[in-house]
């Protein structure tokens, strides 16, 4: 191929023209976004006063520090506030832009609350669209920082409250196209913008100073005449603890920001081949401890945390929800460097825990992160209370979830996996990808004593309905031969003998094996056999 021979001359009269006309309109641009940049920093002391960063300070901190960002669209809106172009502010109510988090590439968006406490400016809605298409078409990540004041009412157009719809609908496209969702919660996510919140896979919330709700306390007591502060109407610790509506409970801007880097590195988007050796380090505790952390008696209290952190690299745990169905314990960590999540439980699973693992398996589907399931539960909870709380509907919710699951899922009876929790904890007929045993684990329909008192209950009834008399000899009889008959098969002794696992371990091997069997999951996933219409025949 022939090079271009150039004949540009750097010193004509027309090059210099052009030159300084290309430079005075680079100015101008400039100048333009600097303006923005400028209205935004006024509000700094404001800021300060609250104990919050500016938008860009939060931006800068989310970004990995010396890489690209391109800034998109940050003449948006130009001049449709105000006509004279030298005092419009551009940029639509909306920092966004194609960046790096963790190392994984995203579209990052984050209000502009420095300008009008966020209220969406003119053309930031269609800012916003586009933003959301680009992800979309080139599937990145979304990351939100919110901080917003919603619509203007003074300026309230209908076709931009219809077109408004695109916004959700293109944040639950993103969740079911696989790309997560994160938003970072700084402040108020209010009305429609709550959505913003509400349609996010993962969502960090700022202690005091989030706030979400459908209705504002002004709009609240026009509509309904109700009175309630922000905190409790939608405030943080509400939602972290109540409404489940958020995930994870930061103290301030700087912990928000950096929870949000680490699930961005927890969900390992980048998908390395199966084969990649990955640096990481030995958990800090001592593996020894597992032998003594499980109690002989399930129905003594235990941590399970305590048994992440001794199979978990450098025993770092990211935990989900952690305010939320407490009792149910979900959350990130890595084996050798590869990620898998977690679903354990200190207790019996109540509407709550329930709903947050849901929630949970459907983020590690979606980020094709495996699931370990640590089984030491006595059950889905029962009584009046969860019943009406919707205990049936969240555990079928669950058991779901469990079922059509489209990542490798790992199962350890650890403790006791009692009832409809072994199904909601992926238990042998549920067709997990490995099932493994502690030799202290225990399975059955329910506990031997639980067993014995139920059917006592019901025969004395029988008694009393046959005869008006109960006979306590008989029904202490009935009683031992039924914790008998359920204590003979719920040890692994049984279960594993009818080959209810794939084998009982030793709890100090549970690392190397997780890690074993985490990397035949990965080959068999990397491995796309081609369709064929005939099986291999011999001649």
């Known amino acids: ?98 960046g790096f988090v963790s190392g994984i590439r995203c579209m990052v968006s984050a209000s502009d609350s420095g300008i009008d406490a966020g209220a ?18 080139n599937r990145l990540p979304y990351v939100q920082l919110v901080e917003s004041a919603g619509a203007n009412l003074m300026s309230y157009r209908v076709e931009e409250f219809v077109r408004g719809g695109h916004l959700f609908r293109n944040l639950a496209r993103m969740s079911a196209a696989g790309l997560p969702v994160l938003t970072v919660t700084h402040g108020s996510s209010t009305a429609g913008g709550a959505y913003q919140t509400g349609l996010s896979d993962y969502v960090v919330m700022v202690r005091g100073r989030s706030r979400a709700f459908l209705a504002g306390p002004p709009l609240l007591m026009a509509a309904t ?83 992440i952190a001794r199979i978990a690299d450098d025993s770092d745990f990211l935990e989900f929800s952690a305010g939320y169905g407490s009792e149910t314990v979900c959350g990130h960590f890595k084996i050798e460097g590869w990620p898998i999540g977690v679903i354990t439980n200190n207790g019996p699973i109540d509407p709550a825990g329930a709903a947050k693992a849901t929630h949970f398996i459907q983020a590690c589907c979606q980020a094709r992160t495996p699931l370990l399931y640590l089984n030491n539960t006595t059950g889905f909870i029962v009584g009046r209370r969860y019943e009406e709380a919707g205990i049936i509907k969240s555990g079928s919710q669950m058991i779901q979830a469990v079922t059509n699951a489209t990542v490798p899922q790992i199962t350890l009876y650890c403790g006791a996996s ?122």
Not at 501 to 516: F, K, N, Q, W, Y
């Open 1 to 98: 191929m022939a090079s271009i021979q150039t004949t540009l001359s750097a010193s004509s009269e027309r090059f210099v023209a052009n030159r300084a006309g290309m430079l005075t309109l680079l100015e101008q641009v400039r100048e333009h976004q600097a303006r923005t940049v400028r209205k935004s920093a006024a509000a700094k002391a404001r800021f300060e006063a609250r104990g919050q960063l500016m938008p860009r300070e939060r931006l800068s901190l989310l970004l990995d520090p010396q890489t690209p960002f391109v800034e998109l669209s940050t003449l948006a809106g130009l001049g449709m506030d105000k006509p004279d172009l030298t005092q419009s502010v551009s940029g639509g109510g909306v920092i966004a832009g194609i």
């Open 418 to 539: 009692f009832g409809a929790g072994n199904y909601g904890m992926c238990g042998r007929g549920f067709h997990p990808r490995f099932c493994f045993s502690w030799p202290n684990a225990k399975t059955a329909v329910m506990g031997a004593e639980q067993a014995a008192r139920t059917m006592a209950i019901v025969t004395e009834g029988a008694m009393r309905r046959k005869t008006g008399n109960v006979d306590h000899a008989a029904l202490d009889a009935q009683q031992r031969r039924i914790v008998e008959l359920f204590e003979s098969q719920t040890s692994v002794f049984t279960t594993s003998a009818l080959m209810l696992d794939d084998g009982v371990i030793d709890p100090r091997d549970t690392r190397e094996l997780l890690a074993m069997v985490m990397a035949v999951c990965r080959e068999a996933d990397a491995r796309t056999p081609r369709p064929m219409q005939f099986s291999v025949a011999r001649p």
């Open 225 to 307: 005449g109700e009175v309630a502060s922000e905190e409790e109407l939608g405030g943080a610790e509400m939602h972290t603890t109540v409404s489940g509506l958020g995930d994870y409970l930061a103290e301030d801007d700087r912990d928000a920001i950096r929870i949000a880097r680490e699930i961005l590195a927890q969900i390992d988007w980048r998908q390395e081949p199966a084969e990649t050796r990955r640096d990481f380090r030995p958990p800090r505790c001592d593996r020894e401890e597992l032998l003594g952390i499980m109690p002989m008696d399930h129905r003594q209290p235990v941590d399970m945390r305590e048994v």
């Open 120 to 137: 969406l400016q003119p053309m930031g809605l269609d800012k916003q669209l586009r933003m959301q298409e680009i992800a979309l078409e």
